[in-house]
């Protein structure tokens, strides 16, 4: 069904809040899984309101927590984020980072015991628009196999990028896998087959069954380059936060285990003027403006074509299956 964003936004609320959440964190949530759909990401959008839902239920999520603040030293803020939602925890600290990093020029938030982030570019766009640099890393369930390997041993490990230039930031949002494990979940629900080469299910075996590879593992991006990014983020951020690392990580994919994962912000205050981002942007227009190579239309650039879809879907609504709406709905209309 065709849905519109004020809609979606107003009875997904409604279904977190019937159970707990208060409103302005229901807002946070809410929004970033919209941003998910109106961007075409299915995978990080409404079909995991259900599971938070759960998680809540189940009390591996507090809706309530914003998570607490400890300085080690004037720019490196460690945040135990006592169960709470992924984005309230996050833009919290991103908000205390952000300050910081005013009189310092650089600030770091290392957060554990905090839920799925989601959308890492609705982060980084957030923080980018108030004109500062930013870096975020998080890690996951083990879900990528090694190179050369046919066990899941590291996470999808994501990074984003965030910068700001006119008319909008330049912002990359990508996982160090090949795809998403949530893709892979997405699959499922639209029991589409995957294409090949992107996972093995549980034996090790090449897969293009969304199930089996659900069980299974998804393959590192770059050959052996991504595997490597992927391994350096799975330390790098298990070193800052001290969250747990390989198959020891749970919590983002389920609806019942503690989620122990880490999470690494830093925000870059570089005072970086109108005339900077005008010529940023200028750059990025001048690569759009290329001759395209052959089987191509244009040239773009990270984020245009989820941005042109989000203009449309303001427009015309956004695609929801029913079986996803009809679960929001019944949550929206449960008292706990």
Avoid at 14 to 31: C, E, S
Avoid at 75 to 85: C, F, H, K, P, Y
Avoid at 262 to 285: H, N
Avoid at 288 to 306: E, K, L, Y
Wanted: proline share 4%; aromatic share 4%.
């Amino acid at each position: 069904m065709i849905l519109s964003a004020d809609e979606i936004r107003s009875v997904s609320e409604r279904a977190l809040t019937h159970f707990g959440t208060p409103d302005t964190h229901a807002r946070l949530q809410v929004d970033l899984l919209l941003e998910a759909e109106l961007r075409d990401r299915p995978s990080h959008g409404l079909l995991r309101l259900a599971r938070i839902v759960e998680r809540i239920r189940n009390r591996v999520a507090d809706p309530k927590a914003t998570g607490s603040h400890t300085w080690r030293g004037e720019a490196l803020l460690e945040v135990d984020g006592q169960r709470g939602l992924g984005p309230v925890v996050a833009c919290a600290a991103l908000d205390a980072i952000a300050e910081k990093a005013r009189r310092t020029g650089i600030s770091v938030a290392a957060i554990a015991n905090n839920n799925h982030l989601g959308m890492m570019a609705w982060y980084a766009e957030r923080i980018a628009s108030r004109g500062t640099v930013i870096i975020a890393i998080s890690t996951s369930e083990a879900l990528v196999h090694a190179w050369g390997g046919r066990q899941a041993v590291l996470g999808t490990n994501p990074i984003a990028i965030g910068v700001p230039a006119t008319p909008r930031p330049f912002v990359i949002d990508m996982a160090t896998s090949l795809v998403s494990m949530g893709q892979v979940h997405d699959y499922a629900h639209r029991r589409k087959a995957l294409p090949v080469g992107w996972a093995l299910d549980a034996e090790g075996n090449p897969t293009t069954d969304a199930e089996a590879a659900r069980d299974g593992s998804i393959a590192p991006f770059g050959a052996a380059k991504g595997y490597a990014l992927g391994l350096a983020f799975e330390a790098l951020v298990t070193s800052l936060t001290g969250s747990a690392i390989g198959r020891e990580v749970r919590g983002t994919l389920d609806a019942t285990e503690i989620c122990n994962k880490g999470d690494v912000f830093i925000v870059i205050d570089t005072s970086v003027s109108g005339r900077e981002a005008a010529a940023i942007g200028s750059y990025l227009e001048a690569i759009r403006q290329g001759s395209p190579a052959a089987g191509f239309d244009h040239v773009s650039i990270p984020g245009d074509r989820s941005h042109a879809v989000r203009e449309a879907r303001l427009q015309e609504g956004i695609p929801v299956p029913d079986h996803i709406w009809d679960g929001i709905l019944a949550l929206s209309n449960k008292s706990n």
